[in-house]
């Protein structure tokens, strides 16, 4: 069992956009005015051939495919939320809160991981769960500590706690449960993503322990983390908001481990925390400012991890 892997897909966008859809709970979205649509998504474009490059370059394998045309699907360049990839062979398919958000998930996407000789067993499809109004976006909503058999959730209206507590039960995780809040016009509300304020790498975890309000799950958030050995990088409201906890780590060449960010969570950070994170391992960064701007995600939305086995 491995917490990181080398191998990522990854989504090309054709028409990425402000999702007017999902700016309804995701609360770091801008439109960027005066700019056309078509500007837009040719900026989006250059970022995500930058970052697969980067990604390239130390070793990561990356299996590029690109949207459709046809379907409208601005946040297309967030495959995790739809997707995971499991070591025993399975997929899971998750349930998504905006409904052109849903266009995004193909089967087309099957048959080019098995052409790259992945092995597919079973998919869990949890995906029933949107006629009912309950959502569970992916590894957006859970992040794994797939080493200690412990996934955390930060409920909101994308990551409803009884679809969490079914995905522990099919895929044998002890579920962390918690509500991680954001200051909007002076109120406080649910983080839309775990992912947005929690990183969890194999060695240490990087995690906005502010934006859990309630002491007694900050607590046992922490004592969940030192328990399996983690290391807590802590970061504030402020770094979350420059998408310092949407991380990724990944395996590169001879299985070095990088952990990946965008330029604008990269400059964020602290001297003191930068210093933290290299004693564990290297930092990639790149820039992503468009995507961040009117995707309202960042690096780690980008990447679905594939831990499939191989054939």
Known sequence: MQHTTDTILMVRPVNFRMNEQTAVNNYYQTAMKGVLPETVNAKAQLE???????????????IVINDNKELDTPDSIFPNNWISFHENGTVGLYPMFAENRRLERREDVFDVLE???FVINDVLDYTSAEEEGLFLEGTGSLLLDRINGKAYCALSARADEDLFIEFC????????????YQTVDGARKPIYHTNVMMCLAETFSVICLESIDDKKERKQVLQHLKESGKQVIAITESQV?????????????NDELFLVMSSSAY?????????????????????LDTIE???G????????EIFLPQA
């Open 48 to 62: 995500f051939d930058n970052f697969v490059e980067k990604l390239r370059a130390i070793g990561v394998h990356v």
């Open 115 to 117: 052409e790259n000789g």
């Open 169 to 180: 039960e099919d895929f044998d995780y002890f579920p962390v449960v918690f509500t991680a």
């Open 241 to 253: 908001e420059h998408f310092a906890g949407n991380m990724l780590q990944v395996r590169g060449t």
């Open 267 to 287: 400059q964020s950070l602290t001297e003191t925390q930068i210093n933290t994170i290299t004693k564990h391992c290297k930092i990639v960064h790149s820039s």
């Open 293 to 295: 701007a009117c995707g």
């Open 297 to 304: 995600g960042s690096a780690r939305c980008m990447m679905a």
